[in-house]
């Protein structure tokens, strides 16, 4: 889940069981449990963007969404959402 920082001036965030949470753009994606956490407990939002639902591409190893064969992420094969 892709989610905002409360300010775009935070870096990032300390999370119990995640460690540091590094935002270059004030937007970060994370695993959902994550996302809950920060959103309750961090004054974080849900971005509007939302890629899990978006037309695109999955990584096959990291879960990862983009629109190339790659991924981004770690490199590993995207497939097209509901191959």
Do not use: W
Request: proline share 6%.
């Amino acid at each position: 889940m892709r989610i905002c920082m409360p300010a775009r001036a935070v870096a990032g965030i300390d999370h119990p069981t995640a460690g540091r949470i590094h935002a270059k753009s004030g937007i970060v994606d994370v695993p959902d449990h994550i996302a809950r956490d920060l959103i309750k407990y961090d004054e974080c939002f849900p971005a509007a963007n939302k890629p899990r639902g978006a037309a695109g591409r999955t990584c096959q190893s990291c879960g990862f969404v983009g629109y190339f064969a790659k991924c981004g992420r770690c490199g590993g094969v995207c497939v097209k959402s509901g191959e």
